[in-house]
């Protein structure tokens, strides 16, 4: 367990954080993109996740690590995330912006809206922001106000700048098109348990609650899995067995149950989160990693992808540490030592993926519109966490 937390530290700040130390703009942000034979697109487009990842990433480092210098870089970027990104007609948050700061894709996703919420609440956290604060307020309202289904429950995937309706709400290339998504509400789920910690507000404990119903009732499926894709009124559309979200989702329950404070609450979630717990240990490879997915059409993804072992690792210790699963420790570690083994990139950061032929995904950025430090460094301070 030592060598755990030493080895985790470790690559957290010199492996990591470094490594995206050295990415951030003079001119303010972050470079939009790094291929993976390391080019650094400095004129590339720049995501609204990317960024509102790193503040969270940055701020949640240094206040745990007790670094000014990590703190320094989210409050740089935390700025710059207000300037650019927030939009000052119509509220909420672009989904990007070019090199130079001006909008360019103006729609806004619901799943950005959550990471700007995210993002924001961890820097009043860390350094007390109080305009970062107001900021995570006004964008919980702009979505409440404004992604609410009333009739329904939980939230729609996207609209248009000016918050009408859109005809592709797709989150990205690998997502299909639908009205409602799990990966949008898991992270307006953790977005909403990040600021509740920090503004305790009964409107947003409503919603919280609402949220954690909405996961565990609607979201989660009779075999412990979770459904992907949902039309408005909640009919389910086809989609793959997501192991990561499903250990990923597990965790971030639990996290939501234990910040509402609420006993019965926190008693029902405990169930969800063993069911979810258990359904995306089904994706465990006997190397210790975790496959990628299981598709619609019964073949499987063994690739293993960044994020998913990262999730894997604390959804692990979770299940240890929170459910009594005393073989959750035992998974945890080994995912790690796979990770540590085979992901990390000898020049910084990790690979996006390791392909089931054993080799490095070259195909795929190592810094991008989704490759951010965020589930990587989470996981590092999950771990850490684990000794206090």
Not at 122 to 146: C, K, P, Q, W
Not at 162 to 190: C, G, R, Y
Request: charged fraction near 20%.
């Amino acid at each position: 367990m030592n060598n755990f937390l030493k080895e985790t530290g470790r690559v957290l700040e010199e492996n990591i954080l470094r490594y995206w130390l050295a990415l951030e703009d003079p001119e303010g942000g972050f470079y939009g993109e790094v291929l993976s034979d390391g080019t650094v697109l400095k004129d590339a487009p720049r995501g609204e996740i990317l960024h509102a990842r790193i503040v969270w990433a940055f701020a949640a480092a240094g206040a745990a690590l007790h670094r000014d210098g990590y703190l320094g870089v989210a409050a740089r970027t935390g700025k710059y995330f207000l300037d650019h990104f927030v939009d000052p007609a119509y509220g909420g948050v672009y989904w990007s912006v070019d090199a130079g700061g001006r909008p360019l894709d103006t729609k806004k996703q619901l799943y950005a809206q959550g990471f700007a919420i995210y993002g924001l609440s961890e820097l009043y956290r860390a350094t007390g922001d109080a305009v970062a604060l107001d900021a995570a307020i006004s964008i919980f309202r702009t979505v409440e106000s404004r992604f609410a289904d009333p009739e329904n429950g939980g939230y729609t995937e996207a609209l248009s700048r000016d918050f009408s309706p859109l005809q592709d709400m797709s989150l990205s290339a690998h997502d299909i098109n639908a009205d409602k998504t799990m990966n949008s509400h898991l992270h307006i789920l953790e977005a909403y348990t990040n600021l509740y910690s920090v503004w305790k507000d009964p409107s947003l404990l409503k919603a919280l609650k609402e949220l954690i119903l909405i996961l565990g009732t609607r979201i989660l499926g009779a075999d412990g899995h979770l459904q992907l894709y949902f039309r408005r009124d909640w009919s389910v559309l086809p989609g793959a067995v997501s192991y990561g979200h499903d250990i990923e989702t597990s965790w971030l329950l639990s996290e939501a149950a234990f910040v509402t404070g609420d006993p019965g609450l926190i008693h029902q979630v405990r169930e969800w989160s063993a069911a979810l717990g258990n359904a995306g240990n089904e994706g465990l490879l006997p190397d210790g990693s975790m496959r990628y997915e299981w598709l619609p059409d019964g073949t499987r993804d063994d690739s293993r992808q960044w994020w998913v072992q990262a999730e894997t690792v604390v959804g692990n210790l979770w299940l240890w540490k929170y459910l009594g699963d005393e073989a959750g420790l035992s998974r945890a570690m080994a995912c790690w030592a796979y990770i540590r083994d085979h992901l990390i990139r000898p020049e910084g950061e990790w690979y996006w993926a390791i392909l089931p032929d054993g080799s490095p995904d070259l195909s795929q950025p190592v810094a991008g519109f989704w490759k951010c430090p965020y589930h990587n460094t989470r996981m590092c301070l999950q771990v850490l966490a684990t000794a206090s």
